[in-house]
């Protein structure tokens, strides 16, 4: 009876780690072949999203876009399911973004089964969510993410710059320019509006400087826009470059660590 019950338990482990392996792995084939197809989920879903939005669409397109909503959310579901198995702290599992992201991306189609609330855009809106469990399958993602955390330091001392510098240009073209035009500049704040766009050299022209004054601010403020635009850039790209070395290194590591291993086998 020992026997048997330490066989199940033997085979429940290794089902487990098999599980485990295909979820959470790129390396083993399967592990590939459940990230594309989940990733193509989200693809599909977002398409039918989308789809569903279009007016006079005819009975026949709908009940096929309700048949692939069906079958997205019951691989949703499953997929929700395995992570759920082969978590060790399952309450952390679910209350961690991931598995929150994981949730709300089936959630409102259960929900929505019991009730008419296809009239609430906002939460038809939820599904939306299904967008950030990319995140989870996307190696550039994940390295993008690593960079921010590189460079964040530098990030926000350029962000609370260039707020200080969106305050003072506000304040500036103001006094420039409140005199000649009343209604467009009527306040610091409403100059704010001409700050960010000026800034970030985005220049929508529907507030601009008349008076020679205003309009040789106005040449300041778009030089530094250039700086405003490219530091950040900078920064980023610089912390992408160390992030790949460091994955690299991460790498090369586990399989040097992997040949030791299997030598001392």
């Not at 990030?155 to 609370?160: P, S, V």
């Not at 510098?165 to 500049?185: D, H, K, R, T, W």
């Not at 022209?205 to 250039?226: H, Q, R, S, W």
Request: with cysteine.
């Amino acid at each position: 009876m020992f026997e048997a019950l330490f066989f199940l338990r033997k085979s429940a482990l290794i089902n487990k780690e098999n599980i485990r392996k295909m979820v959470d792995s790129t390396e083993h084939f399967s592990g590939k072949v459940f990230t594309f197809t989940v990733q193509s989920l989200i693809v599909v879903s977002l398409i039918t999203f989308s789809i569903d939005t279009l007016p006079d669409l005819s009975l026949e397109i709908k009940n096929i876009l309700n048949i692939i909503e069906i079958v997205t959310v019951g691989l949703f579901t499953l997929e929700y399911l395995l992570r759920l198995i082969i978590s060790t702290r399952k309450l952390k599992f679910i209350v961690s973004f991931y598995g929150l992201v994981d949730l709300f991306a089936i959630l409102p189609f259960y929900i929505a089964s019991g009730f008419d609330l296809r009239a609430i855009r906002i939460f038809r809106l939820l599904r939306l969510v299904r967008i950030l469990k990319l995140f989870k399958y996307n190696q550039a993602i994940s390295r993008f993410h690593h960079a921010l955390v590189i460079a964040k330091e530098e990030l926000i001392l350029f962000g609370f710059v260039a707020v200080i510098m969106l305050y003072l240009s506000a304040v500036g073209i103001y006094y420039c320019e409140n005199a000649a035009q009343p209604e467009q500049f009527k306040s610091v704040f409403h100059s704010l509006w001409w700050s960010v766009t000026t800034l970030t050299t985005v220049g929508y022209g529907d507030m601009y400087p008349v008076t020679a004054g205003g309009k040789l601010f106005t040449f300041f403020i778009l030089t530094i826009g250039l700086g405003v635009v490219a530091i950040p850039t900078g920064l980023v790209a610089s912390a992408l470059s160390k992030a790949r070395e460091s994955e690299m290194k991460e790498t090369l590591t586990a399989k040097d660590n992997k040949a030791i291993k299997s030598d001392s086998q």
